[in-house]
């Protein structure tokens, strides 16, 4: 199966920014339906941030993301993207990429209903002041 490689990851103030990255080999990511982002903070359940289809480039972002963060797709370098901005103490956790084949896109942001067939390492981003 495809291997998702995760980076990008720190420790940032209040109102800064974070890119992560997800580098995807074994396969291009334009063959996989949806491709999506994840995080989980400690205690919590795990919770999606955005997604996107491959198909029509189609992007879904939770409300508490909304307007901050930015999904994309570098398809030259086979890496997905995850655009932080004006983070926030609460965007604290640990972050997984993921993908799909099947046409999840209505449900991609509810990793349990969804059930993505392929994760990544995951990266831990704490903001703190």
């Known amino acids: 199966q495809v291997q998702l490689v995760e980076s990008g990851g720190g420790l940032v103030q209040p109102g800064e920014s974070l890119t992560l990255s997800c580098v995807a080999s074994?396969?291009?990511?334009?063959?996989?339906?949806?491709i999506g982002w994840f995080r989980q903070a400690p205690g919590k359940e795990q919770e999606g941030v955005s997604c996107?289809?491959?198909?029509?480039?189609?992007?879904f972002y939770s409300n508490a993301v909304t307007g901050r963060f930015t999904i994309a797709i570098d398809h030259a370098k086979n890496t997905a993207h995850l655009q932080m901005n004006s983070l926030k103490s609460e965007d604290t956790g640990t972050y997984y990429c993921?993908?799909?084949?099947?046409?999840?896109?209505?449900?991609?942001?509810?990793?349990?209903?969804?059930?993505?067939?392929?994760w990544s390492q995951g990266t831990q981003v704490t903001v703190s002041s």
């Open positions: 074994g396969a291009t990511l334009s063959a996989y339906y949806v």
């Open positions: 996107m289809s491959t198909r029509d480039g189609n992007t």
């Open positions: 993921a993908v799909d084949r099947r046409d999840v896109v209505d449900m991609c942001l509810d990793s349990v209903l969804s059930r993505f067939g392929s």
